[in-house]
């Protein structure tokens, strides 16, 4: 059951975040495409941080901005924020990363 709520969430989560890129404003600099891209890359960093069992999905926050994501939290171990690192730079259109998790 916990299985199934993860995937309702993330299904909500994908929905929400498309329907806020396409009803959001962009400032003179950004294109729509760039701020739809920027979503799907959220989306994409976070259902692959749900997929992993042993990392806690609430405590980690993604937000990207022209294909730089940031990843901020509080993490158990290095090894954790390693494993969300690796997972963040294998989502396509990810140009850079900027850590801001920490340890617990």
């Not at 309702?8 to 701020?35: C, G, K, R």
């Not at 294909?67 to 963040?88: E, Y």
């Amino acid at each position: 059951m916990n299985q199934l709520n993860k995937y309702i969430y993330l299904l909500l989560m994908v929905f929400s975040l498309t329907s806020a890129a396409a009803f959001s404003s962009t400032t003179q600099n950004e294109v729509p495409s760039e701020h739809a891209g920027d979503a799907a890359i959220t989306t994409q960093v976070k259902a692959a941080i749900l997929k992993e069992p042993t990392l806690k999905f609430a405590e980690i926050k993604v937000e990207t901005h022209q294909g730089t994501v940031q990843l901020s939290g509080f993490l158990s171990s290095q090894s954790d924020i390693s494993t969300v690192m690796k997972m963040t730079y294998d989502v396509a259109g990810v140009q850079s990363v900027t850590n801001d998790m920490h340890l617990k």
